[in-house]
């Protein structure tokens, strides 16, 4: 039907359910839907949901003898290793490898129940899988993130940095997503966490094992 010329459009007003929301909040609605097979995770990295596998045996060896190492350095005081947890900050999600966050882990979930939030993490861990994706989410992406959730040390322990490198990252600035301390040494080369409940716990062959070259 053809309107009259004096007929003044009428402005359709949009329920608030359907009014636009944000990219994060999308992305958040998305992550929190997710269905994955067993032996993937998922995780909110700088705008986009990230979907990767868990990793080979090398990967998973590594894990293991730091985690075993790490509870044992850690189980007289009132921190734990957590792994296969989601540490949310805002509406991004991230499933770090291993984790240290209060044993007493209660009081420091989000009110949804979906993970650990970030400002309760005081360490988290990840060992650098194969393909330049993963790599560049663990050595680019992942740091700032971490940096940006204000997460005071990160350890990277990559096989696939020339023969092998542990790299300690302290002192983040959240506004910047950067940390401003770095120390990255090659495997066999003993480096300490300088901080927090894990201080003095040393990265040493027995984890890594020595340098692959």
């Known amino acids: 039907m053809t309107a009259l010329a004096h007929e003044v459009p009428t402005r359709t007003e949009v329920p608030e359910a359907m009014s636009p929301i944000s990219l994060d909040e999308a992305l958040w609605q998305a992550w929190k839907s997710l269905e994955l097979p067993e032996g993937f ?3 909110i990295v700088e705008g986009f949901i990230e979907v990767s596998p868990t990793g ?14 790490l509870e044992k350095y ?19 999600a991230w499933v770090p ?31 650098v899988s194969p393909g330049h ?7 680019v992406r992942k740091r700032r993130a971490y940096a940006g959730a204000g997460i005071p040390v990160y350890l990277l322990i990559d096989d696939h940095d020339q023969h092998g490198t542990v790299t300690v ?5 959240p506004g910047e997503g950067t940390y401003a301390a770095e120390t990255r040494v090659p495997y ?26």
């Open 133 to 139: 994706e993963n790599q560049q989410r663990d050595r």
């Open 169 to 173: 990252l302290t002192s983040p600035s």
């Open 188 to 213: 066999g080369t003993v480096v300490e966490i300088p901080e927090g409940p894990a201080k003095g716990f040393a990265i040493t062959e027995e984890i890594t094992g020595p340098c692959q070259g």
């Open 41 to 43: 995770r998922a995780e």
């Open 97 to 127: 490898d291993l984790f240290i966050a209060p044993e007493e882990d209660e009081e420091h979930l989000t009110e949804d129940g979906l993970g650990f939030a970030a400002s309760a993490v005081k360490l988290v861990v990840e060992v």
């Open 56 to 69: 080979r045996s090398s990967h998973a060896r590594i894990i293991n003898r730091l985690r075993r190492l």
């Open 74 to 92: 850690l189980e007289e005081g009132d921190y734990a290793v957590h792994h296969d947890w989601n540490v949310i900050h805002g509406l991004k």
